[in-house]
């Protein structure tokens, strides 16, 4: 499996921006379906993004569309999710993870590769 590390989050004012980075292990990076996922707490882990292997086809939740936007680095090996208009509501963990050859999903336990998680907090 892939090897993730996140980094980029912090603590920001509403309506602010963010761009989280993703850095993966590995030559086969350009195998997986990626998403970010977020959880804050008490709350359940939900989808955030998700971006096909070779980034031409991206999703979002109803809740960042608009706002958010996934995108990828096959070479550098690296995904990225800019945040623009961050919201209170926006706070929580953010988590990069990884499906092998996987199709688009929505569902956490279809990912077989996280990372350790970047906090984000929006304050107003």
């Known amino acids: 499996q892939v090897q993730l590390v996140e980094s980029g989050g912090g603590l920001v004012q509403a309506g602010q921006s963010l761009r989280l980075s993703c850095a993966a292990s590995g030559p086969t990076f350009s195998r997986y379906y990626m998403g970010w996922f977020r959880q804050a707490p008490g709350k359940e882990r939900e989808f955030v993004a998700g971006?096909?292997?070779?980034?031409?086809?991206?999703r979002y939740a109803d809740s960042v569309n608009g706002r958010f936007t996934i995108s990828r680095d096959n070479a550098k090996r690296t995904l990225y999710l800019q945040m623009n208009s961050l919201k209170p509501d926006d706070t929580a963990a953010y988590y990069c993870a990884g499906r092998e050859w996987g199709a688009a999903t929505t569902a956490p336990a279809a990912f077989g590769s996280w990372g350790q998680g970047t906090q984000v907090t929006v304050f107003s």
């Open positions: 971006i096909s292997q070779s980034g031409g086809i991206t």
